[in-house]
């Protein structure tokens, strides 16, 4: 099972691809936490891209792509992965498309989570981080524990927001997202493999269209 989630920052890319790992067993590959993990480990790459990341642009393409061809030859990701935050640009998808040819593997299925701009925005500017697991909180919808005490840790956390989810830099995140990644939509469109879901629903209910999706894919074969 190869799928691809895409959908503006703060569509719920990350809770859904962390559901449906969890169901089949393979792999999230989130781009956007390998590079804060560089970020935080101080390593090159992550001094490369603190800036970009810090002011809401992409990283290099270059640099994406290489991280995750490397990622791909793991061995946890033989039997499949769920890609979340990568491709975000047509260089990167048709990069990848070579990848993928050269390792004999295809994409199932690419879900786009449509939520709208206005709830994005909001949804955005409410998260919450834990300072330990970076476990995601909401102001509105799931606020972080009044003890102090992470749910998903379980240690004594304060609870920040990342700078990238500041107001201006929100605004300027969905910007980018709109000029660089929403033609994807098209481009895997075009191969036949875009799947839209409506991700202004709740957790259950985007949960549910997604499994409908994704187990008639599995069927296909
Ligand atoms: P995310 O958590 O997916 O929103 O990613 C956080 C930040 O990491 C983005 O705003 C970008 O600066 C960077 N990033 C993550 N994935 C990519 C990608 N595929 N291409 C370029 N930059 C990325």
Known sequence: ???????????????QASYLAEKYGIPQ???GDILRQAVAGKTPLGVEAKRAMD?????PDAVVIGMIEERL??????????????????KQAQ????????????????????????????????RRVCSNCNHIYNLIYD????????????????????????ETT?????????????PLKKYYDGQ???????????IEKVREQILAITEAAGKEK
């Open 73 to 90: 030859k793991a061995s946890d990701a033989q039997k499949g992965f769920i890609l979340d935050g990568f491709p975000r640009t047509i």
């Open 143 to 166: 606020p972080p524990p009044e003890n102090g005490v992470c749910i998903s840790c379980g240690k004594a956390a304060s609870f920040f927001q990342r700078d990238d989810d500041k």
């Open 192 to 202: 036949g493999k875009l799947a839209e879901v409506d991700g202004s629903l709740n």
């Open 55 to 59: 002011a809401g642009e992409l990283v």
């Open 1 to 15: 099972m190869e799928l691809i989630f895409i959908g503006y920052p703060g569509s719920g890319k990350g809770t």
């Open 29 to 31: 590959i989130s781009t």
């Open 95 to 126: 990069e990848f498309d070579r990848i993928l040819y050269k390792i004999d593997r295809q994409i199932k299925v690419v879900l786009s989570l449509e939520v709208s701009k206005q709830r994005i925005f909001k949804r955005l500017t409410s």
């Open 170 to 182: 929100v605004q300027h995140r969905m910007d980018v997202y709109e000029e660089l990644t929403q």
